[in-house]
């Protein structure tokens, strides 16, 4: 029965998302090869932010909900490779709020997710690093804004649409 109290949590997440979202954000169950809805499996697209050197990129990101859902979080992924200090190499994000031992509350949102992880693009957390980008980002910043800004392009937002 748990399966059913995530799914029919995340068709209420869906009807929110579609009355309010933020502005450039998209967030959507994965159509699965049938033509029906996979309501644990969103696509998502988030919109770099403005006044960074993530503005004008639109980033792909996966959020993959269980039955558990939502006593554990999903498993939020850009694609593997993803250039930032809290992703780690085969794409999952380490943020506070998507670990059920840290920051974790069923109460959080699909909105407060995505925000969550855009809001982290810019401010990554260095005391918790992923991978070794962590180390340009402390010690290089200009080879570490240098290769932030061709993933950026990579990911630009025209492309995208």
Same mark, same amino acid.
């Given at each position: 029965? #748990?399966?059913? !109290?995530a799914?029919?949590? +995340?068709?209420?997440? %869906?009807? $929110?998302? %579609? *009355? ?16 029906s809805?996979?309501? /644990?499996?969103? *696509? ?5 932010? @403005? ?5 004008g &990129? +639109? ?8 039955? @558990?859902y ?5 498993? =939020? *992924?850009?694609?593997? &490779? /993803?250039?930032?200090?809290? =992703?780690?190499?085969? &794409?999952?994000?380490?943020l #506070? !709020?998507?670990?059920? @031992?840290?920051?974790?509350?069923? #109460? !959080?949102?699909? *909105?407060? !997710? +995505?925000?969550? =992880?855009?809001?982290l693009?810019?401010?990554?957390? =260095?005391?918790?690093? $992923? ?22 392009? %990579? ?7």
């Amino acid at each position: 029965m #748990s399966g059913g !109290i995530a799914a029919a949590r +995340l068709q209420e997440e %869906r009807k $929110a998302w %579609r *009355k309010d979202h933020p502005f450039g954000y998209v967030a959507r169950p994965e159509a699965a090869a049938d033509g029906s809805t996979d309501i /644990f499996t969103w *696509k998502c697209l988030l919109p770099g932010k @403005e006044g960074t050197l993530w503005e004008g &990129g +639109l980033f792909p990101l996966t959020l993959a909900f269980t039955s @558990e859902y939502p006593s554990k979080p999903p498993r =939020v *992924k850009f694609p593997p &490779g /993803f250039y930032h200090p809290n =992703v780690f190499p085969q &794409g999952d994000v380490c943020l #506070s !709020i998507l670990n059920p @031992e840290k920051g974790w509350r069923p #109460s !959080i949102t699909v *909105k407060q !997710i +995505l925000v969550g =992880v855009q809001e982290l693009l810019d401010q990554p957390n =260095v005391d918790d690093p $992923a991978n070794e980008c962590y180390h340009a980002y402390k010690r290089d910043r200009k080879l570490y804004d240098r290769l932030l800004q061709e993933q950026t392009r %990579r990911y630009a937002a025209a492309k995208q649409m």
